[in-house]
């Protein structure tokens, strides 16, 4: 199973930039890298996927480097409804059926 | 709105009821997902089905019963549960698995009290 390390939480200010890595050592080749945020009581919400290089969409940006043994989601200027815990996922499809792995997420809380 | 509605939202049961969750996709998945998520802990996949098939059981015990009628549609059905049952239970859909860059959509949870 790959399993994928995040830091427990993080505080931010409204208005900056928040950037938060994911190590996933024993990822394999076959496997996507996707980024959840959920915020309490509520169910996770995608924001991103990538495999490799850099991927961008409307709220992030995902930066993923050549060994892939690692990824950074970068939120651009944070506000306080970015409050929320952000799962960094890998999956693993060695069974036949894909399945996320979910950690512990990051917490990242958002400061006026 | 994700697409992926969950009746009910809040459910309390006694030890020796039996109660049934249900899921519901309006997005024209195959694949449909129950987890668990229980205080303080990781979200834990339960169950997986694709086109109505059951292909994953995660060692769920037995008093957790699914049920996949339709592509649309998933039930948990529960039975002589136990305090430590009590947790948030998402159901997400995605087009079908194996897919590993097919993303999940998740349903807002029931929120299952056992007293």
């Known amino acids: 199973l790959a399993k994928t390390t995040q830091p427990i939480s993080m505080d931010s200010y409204e208005g900056q930039e928040v950037n938060i890595t994911c190590s996933h050592n024993?990822?394999?080749?076959?496997?996507?890298i996707t980024w959840y945020q959920q915020f309490p009581s509520q169910g996770p919400r995608f924001i991103i996927q990538g495999y490799k290089t850099k991927v961008t969409n409307e709220v992030a940006s995902l930066f993923i480097p050549a060994d892939r043994k690692s990824s950074t989601l970068s939120l651009p200027r944070v506000s306080l409804s970015d409050t929320a815990v952000y799962y960094c996922l890998v999956g693993d499809g060695t069974s036949g059926t894909y399945k996320y792995i979910f950690g512990t997420g990051t917490r990242l809380k958002v400061l006026a | 709105e994700t697409g992926v509605t969950q009746t009910p939202r809040h459910l309390v049961m006694g030890m020796t009821n039996k109660k049934s969750l249900k899921c519901e996709q309006h997005?024209?998945?195959?694949?449909m997902y129950w987890y668990k998520q229980s205080a303080k802990k990781p979200l834990e996949l339960m169950f997986v089905?694709?086109?109505?098939?059951?292909?994953e059981n995660n060692s769920v015990p037995s008093r957790f019963s699914p049920e996949c009628p339709n592509s649309s549609h998933l039930f948990l059905h529960l039975h002589t549960l136990q305090p430590e049952d009590s947790a948030l239970y998402l159901c997400?859909?995605?087009?079908?698995?194996?897919?590993?860059?097919?993303?999940?959509?998740f349903g807002p949870g029931t929120r299952l009290t056992v007293t």
């Open positions: 024993n990822i394999a080749t076959n496997d996507y």
């Open positions: 089905y694709n086109f109505k098939e059951q292909t």
């Open positions: 997400a859909s995605s087009p079908q698995n194996p897919g590993g860059d097919y993303e999940q959509y």
């Open positions: 997005l024209g998945h195959n694949a």
